[in-house]
């Protein structure tokens, strides 16, 4: 069986923003077992699971990968929609924008650190939408 | 329900390669609502969604990553396969071989702006494997 | 139909593991068509599939991810966990807790040199524990 909807994201400002609660919320009844795959439809933000307990690790994830791929590099072609569009391809393509988590007992079944962080890798990113499909 | 099968890809050269029109070609009839995992059977190589308009999206992208894991570093061990083979095992584990994608009202359900890209990380990589599997 | 279940992977040292054969074992019986979903269940590990041949490819590609998000990163705030916490946050991000592969003839259907390794970029991470979901 398939459920299927889309969620819309609230804005949120570049970085990597904890959003488990907020897909947990729009989720209608999941089942005693399968999978949500997670589908986020931008190609300049990502989906990402990591440490959902000291909001210092969102911020240094986001220092990491602006580090590893830096706005303004010089070899860039693609820079006429502002020197953060391109770095964040790049960092979508590294993160990824498809997340397949199980459902275990009717919820999603994260491991006890594991959170959901929308990460935004534009300056203004406006509202993003994902695709959430659902598998039981 | 399930349905799978294998797609060869022609020999593309070292790049970011849009793929999108050539894995819808040979996808079958959709479900109304599912999922498409796309399985590269390479360790080399790998799959990912980025921007499907500007052709230097995709240039930037090879540039960018060959940039993070350049060939020829010093410190590999694994280099008998030549320079360009240690880095593309690096960017196939970084980008990913397995990409899940939701299918909607019988069509692959994405994004505005995203298209499917083969990475070819190898100089000479010659034809690609991906088995692709339907669940509606 | 869903198959569900968890397992506990031994303690691995910091390092790229091959777990391919420990994972086959503890399948159960595997459908004649569809995926395997294998979540594992932490913020400072990854699992990712790369060449199995040669063993100086998992640790060419520690060497390389080591590489690319160094210990002891002076920008980080999140260090009361050691040195090596924070840079096993960024590398377990970029290369993923969540992989999808397909089944075919009731066997995980890897390409000739795929592997499953565990990426553990802890020094000491201790048991790691995957939930295995099978789709048929």
């Not at 009844?29 to 990591?50: C, E, Q």
């Not at 693609?78 to 391109?86: F, L, R």
Request: aromatic residues 8%; glycine residues 6%; proline residues 7%.
């Amino acid at each position: 069986m398939v459920q299927q909807y889309e969620i819309s994201l609230p804005p949120f400002s570049r970085g990597y923003h904890p959003i488990t609660r907020l897909i947990e919320e729009k989720l209608g009844s999941l089942p005693d077992a399968g999978l949500v795959n997670l589908f986020l439809r931008h190609t300049s933000a990502a989906i990402t699971i990591n440490e959902n307990a000291d909001p210092d690790v969102p911020r240094d994830l986001a220092y990491a990968t602006d580090k590893l791929v830096p706005d303004n590099d010089p070899g860039y072609i693609h820079t006429i929609e502002g020197s953060d569009d391109m770095p964040a391809h790049v960092k979508s393509s590294l993160i990824s924008v498809s997340l397949t988590i199980p459902v275990t007992r009717k919820k999603l079944n994260l491991g006890t650190w594991q959170g959901i962080f929308l990460c935004e890798f534009r300056n203004r990113g406006g509202s993003r939408k994902i695709t959430v499909t659902v598998y039981s």
